[in-house]
């Protein structure tokens, strides 16, 4: 209740949370069905495209280069690199004529990047001593574990055995949830931001 007797008109209420998604989820809904359409067919294909060039990239990296690479030097390289992605991206999201796709764009980008990125190392880790993890590590099992321990599954099958890997895959888990709370709460942010400067253009 608030002076006046009035109520928030906001969707969702007090919840900014579920304002903004109910603000996102409008945006497709002001496009002709024909432009919708398009629109939707062309993320989904850049969507598969960009799944298809980090999967060659990762399953095509040598094995000798993998087992050269410094872990530490690797991962900050890489997470540089996320950092580097996410704020492009959200830079690109608010000076988009379509902000939510864009956003849904970016964020099937990142999250496998993100991924690959973890596996990577993990597999460098184990070509160059094979006993860190319970088993030999190759590409798809060093992904297979960087899957299974970002949703928390961990079946247990494979698991770090030296402190460097436990550490490594605890500070995986850490960024885990940056990725699945901060990363998409900005997305989601540059994307609101992005519909707001359509208004008033």
């Keep these: 209740m608030v002076a006046g007797g009035s109520v928030n008109a906001m969707p969702g209420g007090d919840n900014p949370d579920a304002a903004r998604s109910a603000d996102l989820a ?8 024909r432009r919708r359409r398009r629109l939707l067919v062309r993320i989904t294909v850049n969507i598969i495209l960009t799944w298809t060039v980090i999967v060659v990239v990762y399953y095509e990296e040598p094995f000798e280069r993998l087992k050269q690479a410094t872990p530490l030097a690797t991962l900050a390289i890489y997470l540089l690199i996320v950092a580097a992605v996410v704020a492009l991206q959200a830079w690109r999201i608010i000076h988009s004529d379509t902000p939510v796709l864009r956003a849904a764009q970016a964020l099937a980008l990142i999250v496998p990047l993100f991924l690959f990125m973890f596996a990577s190392v993990y597999l460098s880790m184990s070509l160059a001593t094979p006993t860190t993890f319970s088993q030999a590590l190759d590409h798809t099992r060093a992904l297979y ?3 299974t321990t970002f949703s928390t599954v961990g079946f247990g099958d494979i698991t770090p ?5 436990r550490i490594l895959v605890s500070f995986q888990m850490l960024l ?3 990725v699945v709370g901060v990363i998409v709460k900005v997305l989601l942010g540059a994307a609101k931001t992005g519909l707001e400067r359509r208004t008033q253009v």
Aim: charged share 25%; net charge negative; glycine share 0%.
């Design 26 to 33: 409008h945006q497709l809904a002001d496009f002709e069905p």
């Design 145 to 147: 574990f960087t899957v």
């Design 161 to 165: 055995r030296t402190d460097p890997a």
């Design 176 to 178: 885990d949830m940056v």
